[in-house]
């Protein structure tokens, strides 16, 4: 990798402020030595070090959050905080794109990246990528619910055209708490899924996301893992 690029990646700074820093810093040493080609060529067997500590370079990043409830699911800060700043690492909370989204009154899981190419895999409509939520609703579920999810139910779409939902898997755990497993991730879906059979969504928890799992992971926490697999 162009040495530029890697320090950019590392540090978490732009391509500029890479280049200034090789020309200019005496803190900065490949194998031990001091470098000022910006496009000199980083093998994988190089060791690089600034300020005495050793970059280790990842080339993408895979997060996994426990969204809290009034958290946007946004890159800014609007009428609520973004959840980017539940990450406390700097650097890394600069180079992450959010997944997907949820409702600002809903919690559960989400997943942070900087890789494009998984961003559109996982929210591709092509993909039928799963994702699983437990719901508490102000009414009990009946066998006849499972039913018309399995069939789809019609709701309205951003544009308020007239959809028929997919078909999605809808397990009773007792009354009025259940688990549902949809395809699609339309605008306010699960509530309007909901709606469209005479309940209303109280508690609203995303547990899964293709295999990704919320596991343990306490609200408000996140984990970083080494592969997106």
Known sequence: MIFFLYLAKTLGISRREAKLLIKKTNELFVNGETIRDPNYLINKEDRVFYQENELKYQEYFYVLLNKPQGYLCSLKDELYPSILNLIKDEKLRKRLK???????????????????????????????????????????????????????????????????TKEALLEIIEDNKAYLTITEGRFH?????????????????????????????????????????
């Open 189 to 229: 879906q699960v509530k309007k899924m909901h709606k469209a059979i005479g309940k209303d969504v109280l508690f609203l928890k995303r547990i899964s996301v293709g295999e990704f799992h919320l596991g343990d992971l306490k609200t408000g926490e996140y984990l970083i893992i080494d592969n997106k697999k």
């Open 98 to 164: 959010i997944v997907g989204r949820l409702d600002v009154d809903t919690e559960g899981l989400i997943i942070l990246t900087d890789d494009g190419d998984f961003i559109h895999q996982m929210t591709s409509p092509k993909r039928d990528v799963k994702k699983k939520y437990y719901i508490e609703t102000n009414s009990n579920y009946s066998e006849e619910d499972k039913l018309s999810f399995s069939k789809g139910v019609i709701i309205s779409d951003e544009k308020k055209l007239k959809y028929n």
